[in-house]
């Protein structure tokens, strides 16, 4: 009998990347893929730790699952990801009817963990997770999270022509609000040659645009082939990819934007100028709290420095508002910093004090919810019309857009509708330049996995409007 499994994800690319490796891994394991829990035997969260925020809700719907595994208790209900190796057995202990939790670096046993779950008479808890690395040796604690990136058929992946490839596992930078580096472990970078052979075979399935992922993805260091390799060697290898004609990277961490890297950039035609480089705030003694390992001035020379390398450079960044002991005097100097770096745009956050983090520990959570939204608000719509004056002179220039499909209201509208789509049928798409703007104009969908020249004839904050 087919087994079918639904799976719904949360929080950033690399839980979206883990999740589609996770389902063709299924795929291939004989389940089937449904889009409701109510047909599914096999339910699965792959978690988000971050913020409270992305755990609250994973806790509210396991709760509305429980009559389902009431009515259907063969039903397996399995915790992944981030959560899993945060929380552990307080998953069992807040939700008595989820069966299994499988922290990122397990991910890899998954289709036999499956397997051994519903295979038994009694169901026992089922915890796999790795070793804590404030307590194990870090050799133990890096083999614990295995590493896990599978090949995935053309068919199984979520796009055919834009993939997402892990370059890097985990973090050593612990910044003092952030659990990534508890939850994915120690930073590994994986060896360049794997990297290139995966690229090179998304490229002759048809794969026009890869984005490389790593949480610090401009620390890349592969110490394999007799010299260290670092990402503006890497670039370089993968540029030379036939079929390939976009490459994106995320996350950069300021520190490491050494000059080659941005030469790279500059030089190698197929790497997007498109650089996502989070400040988390524009106060030093904020940024000494964090322990981000950088000043305000050392990443405004950095901003310099990438502009005058790359002018036609996007910057885009993070911030975190209310972070503890922000002052007004603090969150000006980050409106400040907005004002004057002009970013592409920027995800601002309001701090969410994380148990087992530095600053959970050492510091009061000591700004105010209101005020936290004040200044989330008042920070975004600074952001805000930065990028409507940035987006407003694209008007009459044409870019290239990688289209990736009929636009939000586009299939919400065809959704509504109970005629098949068909092929040449004009329709709303969406694409992306390489500076990763937005981009929405008319056109058949047939047009959906090309790079075509899309004129701009208006633009708000966040989208460009064009026509081919
Ligand atoms: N590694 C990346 C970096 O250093 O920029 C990003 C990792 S994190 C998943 C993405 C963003 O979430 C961070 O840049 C930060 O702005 C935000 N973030 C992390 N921990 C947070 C917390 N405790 N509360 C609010 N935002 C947080
Ligand atoms: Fe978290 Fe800092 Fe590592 Fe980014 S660099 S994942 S914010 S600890």
């Known amino acids: 009998m087919t087994k079918r499994v639904y799976i719904e994800t949360v929080g950033c690319q690399m839980n979206v990347l883990d999740s589609e490796l996770i389902v063709s891994g299924l795929v291939q394991a004989g389940y089937e893929l449904v889009d409701s829990p109510r047909n599914a035997d096999t339910i699965l969260y792959n978690t988000c730790s971050v913020r409270q ?45 989820v069966d299994l939790v499988v922290g990122p670096g397990q991910l890899n046993r998954l289709p036999a963990i499956l397997e051994e779950v519903a295979a038994q008479q009694h169901r026992e808890p089922r915890l796999e997770v790795s070793l804590d690395r404030m307590k194990e040796r870090r050799t133990l604690v890096e083999e614990s999270f295995a590493r896990f990136d599978p090949p995935r058929p053309r068919e199984l992946r979520s796009s055919p022509f834009q993939a997402m490839v892990r370059i890097m596992f985990g973090c050593d930078k612990f910044c003092t609000y952030c659990i990534v580096p508890k939850v994915r472990g120690p930073e590994q970078s994986r060896p360049a040659a794997e990297i290139v052979a ?28 007799g010299r260290i390799l670092r990402l503006a060697d890497l670039l370089a290898r993968l540029n030379e990819i036939d079929g390939l004609r976009r490459i994106k990277f995320v996350t950069n961490y300021p520190r490491h934007m050494t000059d080659d890297l941005l030469q790279a ?10 650089l996502h480089v989070p400040v988390q705030s524009g106060s030093n003694e904020q940024l000494k709290r964090m322990k981000r390992g950088y000043t305000v001035e050392s990443y405004c020379e950095m901003i310099q420095r990438t502009r005058s390398i790359v002018p036609d450079a996007a910057i885009t960044s993070d911030f975190i508002v209310g972070f503890c002991g922000e002052t007004d005097d603090d969150f000006q100097k980050s409106l400040d910093l907005v004002r004057w770096a002009r970013f592409k745009n920027s995800f601002i956050f309001k701090y969410s004090q994380r148990p087992g983090t530095k600053a959970a520990d050492a510091m009061p959570d000591d700004v105010p919810d209101e005020v936290k939204r004040r200044r989330n608000n008042e920070l975004l719509a600074v952001q805000n019309t930065i990028s409507l004056e940035d987006n407003l002179p694209l008007a009459g220039r044409e870019v290239e857009v990688l289209v990736e499909g009929p636009s939000k209201a586009a299939r919400k509208r065809a959704s509504g509708q109970h005629v098949p789509a068909v092929d040449d049928e004009v329709v709303q798409l969406v694409g992306r330049s390489v500076r990763d703007h937005i981009v929405v104009f008319d056109g058949p969908r047939t047009l959906v996995g090309q790079i075509l020249p899309v004129r701009i004839e208006k633009a708000d904050a966040f989208t460009l409007f064009g026509r081919l």
């Open 198 to 225: 995966e690229v090179r075979r998304l490229a002759d399935d048809g794969c026009l645009e890869v984005t490389l992922l790593g949480q610090t993805v401009n620390s890349y260091k592969d110490p394999g082939e």
């Open 265 to 274: 950039v500059r030089d190698l035609p197929k790497v997007s100028p498109y």
């Open 53 to 97: 925020h992305a755990e609250d809700k994973i806790y509210s719907a396991l709760g509305r699952l429980r009559p389902l595994k009431e009515r259907k208790p063969q039903t397996i209900i399995g915790v992944l990801g981030c959560m899993a190796q945060k929380d552990q057995d307080l998953i069992f202990r807040r939700a008595g009817h």
